[in-house]
């Protein structure tokens, strides 16, 4: 699990196969850890698809996008 959630620090947006591929870690076991890092509220599944799911490491991408808002005058 740590792997994957490694590789979400550099990949906030990711489908289990690419976790797999970039991991070299087998699609069951990413499923898994992905699935587990879900329940804890680390990440979230946003396309409500049975297959090509993508998962987005939401809190992370908000604290990237911090202080990026426009200034509006």
């Known amino acids: 699990m ?3 959630y490694k590789l ?3 990949t906030p947006l990711i489908t289990i196969p ?3 591929q970039k ?3 087998s ?3 990413v ?3 992905l699935s587990r890092m879900e329940e804890l509220g680390i990440v979230r599944e946003i396309t409500s698809k049975r297959r ?3 998962y987005s490491y939401e809190k992370y991408i908000q604290l990237l996008n911090e ?6 005058g």
């Open 8 to 10: 979400l620090q550099s």
């Open 52 to 54: 090509d799911k993508l």
């Open 2 to 4: 740590l792997r994957v």
């Open 31 to 33: 499923t898994a850890a």
């Open 27 to 29: 699609v069951p076991t």
């Open 18 to 20: 690419r976790a797999s």
């Open 67 to 72: 202080g990026t808002e426009p200034i509006n």
């Open 23 to 25: 991991t070299a870690i």
